[in-house]
């Protein structure tokens, strides 16, 4: 079962703002760095955020993210029809030795 | 750029033993840098990690199938392999192979993926 808890699905109106929550532990994000990780169907997921709240190369602005104590959150700004898809954070957890990952949520545009 | 593709059945028998491999190309896999792993999606439900490993030898596999998953590189051929054994019907998923930072362990690069089904 997914060590870090995300809400399973948040949505928004084109051009409007989601956030994500992501709550994990001491073990994990309260110690190492968050990542965050976008799923469209049918493709690969795609590496978002990394290192809490840096963009790779060619992640547009309206993507960012913050990380507090044992929480993380990703936000996306001027939503578009091609965000919707499923969102996952991901950390490493030092009592596990493993990367875990969220529990996904699913962001729709109404 | 880099790419990694994955190779391997589609289709596996349960009890069998599945045997994927990564070809990493556009970059050196020999990196201090990066661990190669592996990441598993079952149809319908969240990623999960099944281990990575690092061209020395450091190797790191998911505490729930530790005792079934291995991990290796080939340096020689660019590759990275995973061995699942004692399959059964809840290993069905898309496997992918992935790129993942040493020190800040996030998974940059992703191969495309590849569905196996353990199905008689």
């Known amino acids: 079962q997914s060590v870090l808890t995300q809400p399973p699905s948040v949505s928004a109106a084109p051009g409007q703002k989601v956030t994500i929550s992501c709550s994990g532990g001491?073990?994990?994000?309260?110690?190492?760095?968050v990542s965050w990780y976008q799923h469209l169907p049918g493709t690969a997921p795609k590496l978002l955020i990394y290192?809490?709240?840096q963009r790779p190369s060619g992640i547009p602005d309206r993507f960012s993210a913050s990380k507090s104590g044992t929480s993380a959150s990703l936000g996306i700004t001027g939503l578009q029809t091609g965000d919707e898809a499923d969102y996952y954070c991901?950390?490493?957890?030092?009592?596990?030795?493993?990367?875990?990952f969220g529990t996904g949520t699913k962001v729709s545009v109404l | 750029q880099l790419q990694l593709q994955e190779s391997g059945p589609g289709l596996v028998k349960p009890s069998e033993t599945l045997s994927l491999t990564c070809t990493v190309f556009?970059?050196?896999?020999?990196?201090?840098?990066?661990?190669w792993g592996w990441i598993r999606q079952p149809p319908g439900k969240g990623p999960e990690y099944l281990g990575s490993?690092?061209?020395?030898?450091?190797?790191y596999y998911s505490s729930s199938l530790r005792s079934r998953v291995s991990i290796s590189v080939d340096t020689s051929k660019s590759q990275v392999s995973l061995k699942l054994t004692s399959l059964t019907a809840a290993d069905t998923a898309v496997y992918y192979c992935?790129?993942?930072?040493?020190?800040?362990?996030?998974?940059?690069?992703w191969g495309q993926g590849i569905l196996v089904t353990v199905s008689s």
């Open positions: 992935v790129r993942q930072h040493g020190t800040s362990e996030h998974l940059d690069y």
């Open positions: 556009g970059g050196s896999i020999s990196s201090t840098t990066y661990y």
């Open positions: 490993m690092l061209y020395s030898g450091r190797t």
């Open positions: 991901g950390s490493w957890d030092t009592s596990l030795s493993t990367f875990v």
């Open positions: 290192d809490n709240n």
């Open positions: 001491t073990s994990n994000i309260g110690k190492k760095y």
